[in-house]
Protein backbone atom coordinates (compact mmCIF):
# COMPACT_ATOMS: atom_id res chain seq x y z
CA UNK A 1 0.00 0.00 0.00
CA UNK A 2 1.52 3.58 -0.96
CA UNK A 3 0.55 6.68 0.08
CA UNK A 4 -0.34 9.18 -2.04
CA UNK A 5 2.19 12.11 -2.56
CA UNK A 6 -0.25 14.61 -2.35
CA UNK A 7 -1.01 17.31 -0.24
CA UNK A 8 -4.56 17.17 1.82
CA UNK A 9 -7.58 18.02 -0.68
CA UNK A 10 -10.17 20.05 1.46
CA UNK A 11 -13.54 18.48 1.13
CA UNK A 12 -15.53 20.99 -1.65
CA UNK A 13 -18.24 21.70 0.71
CA UNK A 14 -19.55 20.35 4.17
CA UNK A 15 -23.37 20.36 4.06
CA UNK A 16 -24.72 19.29 7.29
CA UNK A 17 -25.92 15.53 8.15
CA UNK A 18 -29.97 16.18 7.84
CA UNK A 19 -31.90 13.22 9.86
CA UNK A 20 -35.41 12.22 9.62
CA UNK A 21 -36.17 15.05 6.93
CA UNK A 22 -34.80 17.65 8.81
CA UNK A 23 -35.63 16.79 12.48
CA UNK A 24 -32.56 17.17 13.45
CA UNK A 25 -29.15 18.75 11.90
CA UNK A 26 -25.47 17.67 12.38
CA UNK A 27 -22.83 19.80 11.70
CA UNK A 28 -19.87 18.23 9.58
CA UNK A 29 -16.99 20.63 10.01
CA UNK A 30 -16.13 23.62 13.20
CA UNK A 31 -13.39 25.21 13.18
CA UNK A 32 -10.09 23.07 14.19
CA UNK A 33 -9.08 23.49 18.71
CA UNK A 34 -6.29 26.15 18.78
CA UNK A 35 -3.51 23.36 19.52
CA UNK A 36 -3.91 22.51 16.10
CA UNK A 37 -3.61 26.08 14.79
CA UNK A 38 -1.04 25.74 11.61
CA UNK A 39 -1.84 21.96 11.23
CA UNK A 40 -5.70 22.65 10.39
CA UNK A 41 -8.10 25.37 10.09
CA UNK A 42 -11.79 23.23 9.96
CA UNK A 43 -12.32 19.55 11.31
CA UNK A 44 -14.50 17.37 9.47
CA UNK A 45 -16.54 14.34 10.09
CA UNK A 46 -16.35 10.79 8.32
CA UNK A 47 -19.05 10.93 7.25
CA UNK A 48 -18.21 13.62 4.47
CA UNK A 49 -15.59 11.31 2.91
CA UNK A 50 -18.12 8.45 2.27
CA UNK A 51 -20.28 8.03 -0.79
CA UNK A 52 -23.56 9.01 -1.19
CA UNK A 53 -25.63 5.74 -0.39
CA UNK A 54 -23.58 5.03 3.01
CA UNK A 55 -24.20 8.84 3.68
CA UNK A 56 -27.78 8.64 2.71
CA UNK A 57 -28.48 5.40 5.62
CA UNK A 58 -27.35 7.94 8.69
CA UNK A 59 -30.09 10.38 7.33
CA UNK A 60 -33.09 8.31 8.24
CA UNK A 61 -32.94 6.39 11.71
CA UNK A 62 -35.45 3.40 10.24
CA UNK A 63 -33.16 2.74 7.37
CA UNK A 64 -29.79 3.25 9.43
CA UNK A 65 -28.76 -0.16 10.23
CA UNK A 66 -27.11 0.90 13.50
CA UNK A 67 -30.99 1.34 15.10
CA UNK A 68 -31.05 -2.10 15.42
CA UNK A 69 -27.50 -2.16 17.62
CA UNK A 70 -28.92 0.64 19.45
CA UNK A 71 -32.51 -1.35 20.86
CA UNK A 72 -30.48 -3.93 21.78
CA UNK A 73 -28.71 -1.28 24.11
CA UNK A 74 -31.85 0.01 24.91
CA UNK A 75 -33.12 -3.42 25.74
CA UNK A 76 -29.98 -3.93 27.82
CA UNK A 77 -30.38 -0.99 29.94
CA UNK A 78 -33.37 -2.49 31.87
CA UNK A 79 -32.27 -6.46 32.58
CA UNK A 80 -31.59 -6.97 35.48
CA UNK A 81 -28.40 -8.90 35.58
CA UNK A 82 -25.79 -9.92 38.22
CA UNK A 83 -26.13 -10.65 42.20
CA UNK A 84 -27.29 -7.71 43.09
CA UNK A 85 -30.53 -7.82 41.30
CA UNK A 86 -30.17 -4.48 39.50
CA UNK A 87 -30.49 -3.18 36.05
CA UNK A 88 -29.24 0.22 34.24
CA UNK A 89 -32.60 1.57 35.27
CA UNK A 90 -32.30 0.91 38.80
CA UNK A 91 -29.82 3.36 39.34
CA UNK A 92 -29.46 6.30 36.19
CA UNK A 93 -33.68 6.12 35.50
CA UNK A 94 -34.45 6.33 31.64
CA UNK A 95 -31.21 6.10 29.22
CA UNK A 96 -31.66 9.94 28.69
CA UNK A 97 -29.81 10.62 32.00
CA UNK A 98 -27.01 9.76 29.61
CA UNK A 99 -27.39 12.81 27.75
CA UNK A 100 -23.77 14.35 27.54
CA UNK A 101 -21.38 11.21 28.74
CA UNK A 102 -20.23 10.39 25.04
CA UNK A 103 -19.65 13.90 24.51
CA UNK A 104 -17.01 14.29 27.62
CA UNK A 105 -15.15 10.49 26.87
CA UNK A 106 -12.86 9.58 27.99
CA UNK A 107 -12.38 11.49 31.19
CA UNK A 108 -9.84 10.96 34.37
CA UNK A 109 -11.95 8.99 37.00
CA UNK A 110 -10.41 10.44 40.10
CA UNK A 111 -11.15 7.59 42.35
CA UNK A 112 -9.51 5.00 40.14
CA UNK A 113 -6.83 8.18 39.52
CA UNK A 114 -6.75 6.49 35.59
CA UNK A 115 -8.10 7.97 32.30
CA UNK A 116 -10.93 5.77 31.70
CA UNK A 117 -13.41 5.26 28.62
CA UNK A 118 -17.23 4.72 28.91
CA UNK A 119 -16.68 0.85 28.47
CA UNK A 120 -14.85 1.37 31.75
CA UNK A 121 -17.00 3.22 33.63
CA UNK A 122 -19.65 0.31 32.33
CA UNK A 123 -17.80 -2.19 33.41
CA UNK A 124 -17.23 -0.59 37.06
CA UNK A 125 -20.69 -0.55 37.01
CA UNK A 126 -21.61 -4.22 36.39
CA UNK A 127 -19.07 -5.57 38.43
CA UNK A 128 -18.82 -3.22 41.93
CA UNK A 129 -22.54 -2.27 41.53
CA UNK A 130 -24.62 -4.85 39.76
CA UNK A 131 -22.46 -7.65 40.47
CA UNK A 132 -22.39 -8.98 37.13
CA UNK A 133 -19.41 -9.87 34.65
CA UNK A 134 -17.58 -7.35 32.63
CA UNK A 135 -18.41 -6.96 29.58
CA UNK A 136 -14.86 -7.99 26.70
CA UNK A 137 -14.33 -3.78 25.27
CA UNK A 138 -15.79 -4.83 21.93
CA UNK A 139 -18.14 -7.22 22.32
CA UNK A 140 -21.46 -6.91 21.18
CA UNK A 141 -23.44 -5.92 24.57
CA UNK A 142 -20.67 -3.62 25.17
CA UNK A 143 -20.94 -1.89 21.59
CA UNK A 144 -24.89 -1.74 21.50
CA UNK A 145 -24.72 -0.05 24.86
CA UNK A 146 -21.94 2.20 23.97
CA UNK A 147 -23.97 2.84 20.73
CA UNK A 148 -27.04 3.45 22.80
CA UNK A 149 -25.53 5.95 25.26
CA UNK A 150 -23.68 7.89 22.24
CA UNK A 151 -27.25 8.24 20.71
CA UNK A 152 -27.96 10.06 23.77
CA UNK A 153 -25.43 12.82 23.04
CA UNK A 154 -26.39 13.48 19.71
CA UNK A 155 -25.84 16.41 18.74
CA UNK A 156 -23.73 17.97 21.37
CA UNK A 157 -20.25 19.05 21.03
CA UNK A 158 -17.90 16.87 21.41
CA UNK A 159 -15.99 18.64 24.74
CA UNK A 160 -13.51 16.62 26.15
CA UNK A 161 -11.15 18.03 29.35
CA UNK A 162 -7.58 17.95 28.05
CA UNK A 163 -5.90 20.06 30.61
CA UNK A 164 -4.92 19.53 34.92
CA UNK A 165 -5.11 15.64 35.75
CA UNK A 166 -6.02 15.12 31.90
CA UNK A 167 -2.68 16.60 30.44
CA UNK A 168 -0.60 14.15 30.91
CA UNK A 169 -2.83 11.17 29.12
CA UNK A 170 -3.24 13.82 26.47
CA UNK A 171 0.44 14.09 25.77
CA UNK A 172 0.96 10.09 25.51
CA UNK A 173 -1.77 10.27 23.39
CA UNK A 174 -0.60 12.53 21.38
CA UNK A 175 2.95 11.16 21.45
CA UNK A 176 1.34 7.91 19.75
CA UNK A 177 -0.47 10.25 17.15
CA UNK A 178 2.51 11.09 15.87
CA UNK A 179 4.66 8.05 16.27
CA UNK A 180 5.38 6.07 13.20
CA UNK A 181 4.37 2.16 13.59
CA UNK A 182 5.36 -1.39 11.47
CA UNK A 183 6.83 -1.99 8.14
CA UNK A 184 5.15 0.72 6.74
CA UNK A 185 6.53 3.65 9.42
CA UNK A 186 3.56 5.65 9.22
CA UNK A 187 1.72 7.64 11.81
CA UNK A 188 -1.52 8.69 12.46
CA UNK A 189 -0.78 11.75 11.29
CA UNK A 190 0.71 10.38 7.78
CA UNK A 191 -2.70 9.65 6.64
CA UNK A 192 -5.35 11.55 8.81
CA UNK A 193 -3.21 14.43 8.87
CA UNK A 194 -0.63 14.57 5.57
CA UNK A 195 -3.50 13.23 3.29
CA UNK A 196 -6.93 13.15 4.04
CA UNK A 197 -9.19 13.62 0.77
CA UNK A 198 -7.21 11.82 -0.77
CA UNK A 199 -7.49 8.50 -2.17
CA UNK A 200 -5.80 5.10 -0.39
CA UNK A 201 -6.57 1.99 -2.57
CA UNK A 202 -10.41 2.34 -3.08
CA UNK A 203 -10.28 4.65 0.25
CA UNK A 204 -11.17 8.33 0.35
CA UNK A 205 -8.91 9.23 3.71
CA UNK A 206 -10.84 11.15 6.27
CA UNK A 207 -9.08 13.07 9.29
CA UNK A 208 -9.61 10.18 11.41
CA UNK A 209 -12.35 11.49 13.73
CA UNK A 210 -14.01 9.52 16.22
CA UNK A 211 -17.24 12.28 17.20
CA UNK A 212 -19.34 9.71 14.67
CA UNK A 213 -18.36 6.30 16.62
CA UNK A 214 -19.48 3.75 17.63
CA UNK A 215 -19.95 3.31 13.50
CA UNK A 216 -22.09 0.81 11.91
CA UNK A 217 -20.23 -0.37 8.91
CA UNK A 218 -21.85 -2.07 6.28
CA UNK A 219 -18.58 -4.44 5.18
CA UNK A 220 -20.00 -7.04 7.82
CA UNK A 221 -17.96 -5.95 10.67
CA UNK A 222 -21.31 -4.77 12.70
CA UNK A 223 -20.78 -2.41 15.35
CA UNK A 224 -16.74 -1.26 15.42
CA UNK A 225 -15.80 0.64 18.45
CA UNK A 226 -13.03 3.38 18.80
CA UNK A 227 -10.24 0.77 19.64
CA UNK A 228 -11.21 -1.79 17.13
CA UNK A 229 -10.94 0.93 14.53
CA UNK A 230 -7.41 2.57 16.03
CA UNK A 231 -6.49 -1.12 16.20
CA UNK A 232 -7.22 -1.83 12.15
CA UNK A 233 -5.63 1.23 11.37
CA UNK A 234 -2.57 0.03 13.23
CA UNK A 235 -2.54 -3.28 11.78
CA UNK A 236 -2.51 -1.76 8.65
CA UNK A 237 0.52 -0.02 9.00
CA UNK A 238 1.96 -3.77 9.84
CA UNK A 239 2.39 -3.21 13.03
CA UNK A 240 1.00 -4.83 16.39
CA UNK A 241 -1.62 -3.05 17.65
CA UNK A 242 -1.94 -1.92 21.76
CA UNK A 243 -4.48 -4.49 23.18
CA UNK A 244 -8.28 -2.66 22.96
CA UNK A 245 -8.99 -1.06 26.60
CA UNK A 246 -5.09 -0.73 27.08
CA UNK A 247 -3.89 2.47 28.98
CA UNK A 248 -2.25 3.53 25.07
CA UNK A 249 -5.69 3.89 23.30
CA UNK A 250 -7.41 5.27 26.09
CA UNK A 251 -5.05 7.86 26.25
CA UNK A 252 -4.69 8.12 21.96
CA UNK A 253 -8.95 7.85 22.36
CA UNK A 254 -8.50 11.50 24.09
CA UNK A 255 -6.01 12.79 22.37
CA UNK A 256 -8.01 12.08 19.01
CA UNK A 257 -11.25 12.65 20.51
CA UNK A 258 -9.70 16.40 21.38
CA UNK A 259 -8.74 16.83 17.72
CA UNK A 260 -12.27 16.38 17.38
CA UNK A 261 -13.41 19.21 19.61
CA UNK A 262 -16.74 20.61 18.48
CA UNK A 263 -17.52 18.39 16.30
CA UNK A 264 -21.42 16.83 17.12
CA UNK A 265 -21.71 13.43 18.33
CA UNK A 266 -23.33 11.81 15.47
CA UNK A 267 -24.93 8.46 17.84
CA UNK A 268 -25.10 5.88 14.86
CA UNK A 269 -22.82 6.86 12.43
CA UNK A 270 -22.65 4.48 9.12
CA UNK A 271 -19.47 3.55 7.41
CA UNK A 272 -18.86 1.40 4.26
C1 LIG B 1 -26.32 0.40 41.87
C2 LIG B 1 -26.44 1.59 41.05
C3 LIG B 1 -25.89 1.54 39.64
C4 LIG B 1 -26.15 0.61 38.66
C5 LIG B 1 -26.98 -0.64 38.75
C6 LIG B 1 -25.45 1.08 37.48
N1 LIG B 1 -24.81 2.24 37.73
FE1 LIG B 1 -23.74 3.32 36.42
N2 LIG B 1 -23.20 4.61 37.90
C7 LIG B 1 -23.68 4.57 39.20
C8 LIG B 1 -23.04 5.62 39.95
C9 LIG B 1 -23.29 5.93 41.44
C10 LIG B 1 -22.16 6.29 39.08
C11 LIG B 1 -21.23 7.45 39.39
C12 LIG B 1 -21.98 8.70 39.54
C13 LIG B 1 -22.63 9.12 38.28
O1 LIG B 1 -21.94 9.59 37.37
O2 LIG B 1 -23.88 8.98 38.14
C14 LIG B 1 -22.31 5.63 37.79
C15 LIG B 1 -21.66 6.04 36.64
C16 LIG B 1 -21.90 5.53 35.38
C17 LIG B 1 -21.34 6.05 34.15
C18 LIG B 1 -20.42 7.25 34.03
C19 LIG B 1 -21.27 8.49 33.90
C20 LIG B 1 -20.48 9.75 33.91
O3 LIG B 1 -21.03 10.80 33.56
O4 LIG B 1 -19.29 9.74 34.27
C21 LIG B 1 -21.81 5.28 33.12
C22 LIG B 1 -21.50 5.44 31.65
C23 LIG B 1 -22.65 4.26 33.72
N3 LIG B 1 -22.70 4.46 35.07
C24 LIG B 1 -23.31 3.29 33.00
C25 LIG B 1 -24.03 2.25 33.59
C26 LIG B 1 -24.58 1.13 32.85
C27 LIG B 1 -24.51 0.97 31.35
C28 LIG B 1 -25.17 0.31 33.77
C29 LIG B 1 -25.82 -1.02 33.52
C30 LIG B 1 -25.00 -2.02 32.80
C31 LIG B 1 -25.00 0.93 35.07
N4 LIG B 1 -24.30 2.09 34.93
C32 LIG B 1 -25.47 0.41 36.26
C33 LIG B 1 -24.59 3.68 39.70
C34 LIG B 1 -25.07 2.57 39.04
C1 LIG C 1 -2.02 3.90 6.04
C2 LIG C 1 -2.90 4.99 6.36
C3 LIG C 1 -3.52 5.02 7.73
C4 LIG C 1 -2.88 5.11 8.94
C5 LIG C 1 -1.39 5.12 9.22
C6 LIG C 1 -3.93 5.22 9.93
N1 LIG C 1 -5.16 5.18 9.33
FE1 LIG C 1 -6.94 5.48 10.23
N2 LIG C 1 -7.91 5.12 8.47
C7 LIG C 1 -7.30 4.85 7.28
C8 LIG C 1 -8.31 4.59 6.27
C9 LIG C 1 -8.04 4.26 4.80
C10 LIG C 1 -9.55 4.72 6.91
C11 LIG C 1 -10.95 4.55 6.31
C12 LIG C 1 -11.33 5.84 5.59
C13 LIG C 1 -11.41 7.01 6.53
O1 LIG C 1 -12.40 7.17 7.26
O2 LIG C 1 -10.42 7.78 6.62
C14 LIG C 1 -9.26 5.07 8.30
C15 LIG C 1 -10.22 5.33 9.25
C16 LIG C 1 -9.95 5.78 10.53
C17 LIG C 1 -10.97 6.21 11.47
C18 LIG C 1 -12.47 6.20 11.23
C19 LIG C 1 -12.96 7.56 10.81
C20 LIG C 1 -14.43 7.59 10.51
O3 LIG C 1 -15.01 8.68 10.55
O4 LIG C 1 -15.04 6.53 10.25
C21 LIG C 1 -10.32 6.56 12.62
C22 LIG C 1 -10.95 7.06 13.90
C23 LIG C 1 -8.90 6.38 12.39
N3 LIG C 1 -8.72 5.91 11.11
C24 LIG C 1 -7.91 6.64 13.31
C25 LIG C 1 -6.56 6.35 13.12
C26 LIG C 1 -5.55 6.46 14.16
C27 LIG C 1 -5.79 6.95 15.56
C28 LIG C 1 -4.36 6.08 13.59
C29 LIG C 1 -3.02 5.91 14.25
C30 LIG C 1 -2.97 4.89 15.29
C31 LIG C 1 -4.64 5.74 12.20
N4 LIG C 1 -5.99 5.91 11.95
C32 LIG C 1 -3.69 5.37 11.26
C33 LIG C 1 -5.94 4.87 7.03
C34 LIG C 1 -4.95 5.02 7.99
Excluded at 21 to 36: D, K, N, Q, R
Excluded at 106 to 119: G, I, Q, R, Y
Aim: negative net charge; charged residues 25%; glycine residues 8%.
Amino acid sequence: MAVPALAVTEPESAPPIVINGGEIELPTSAPAPEFLKGVFDTIYSGWLFRDADTQAMQTDDFSNPGMIFVDQGVDQWSKVDGTEGKSCADCHKDISSMKGVRASMPKVNPDAKELWSVENYINACRTERMGAEPWEWSSAPMEAMTLAISLQSRGEPVNVKIDGDAAPYWEQGKEIYYTRYGQLQLSCANCHEDHYGDMIRADHLSQGQINGFPVYRNNGAGVVSIHERFSGCIRDTRAEPFKQGSPEFRALELYVASRGAGLPVEGASVRH
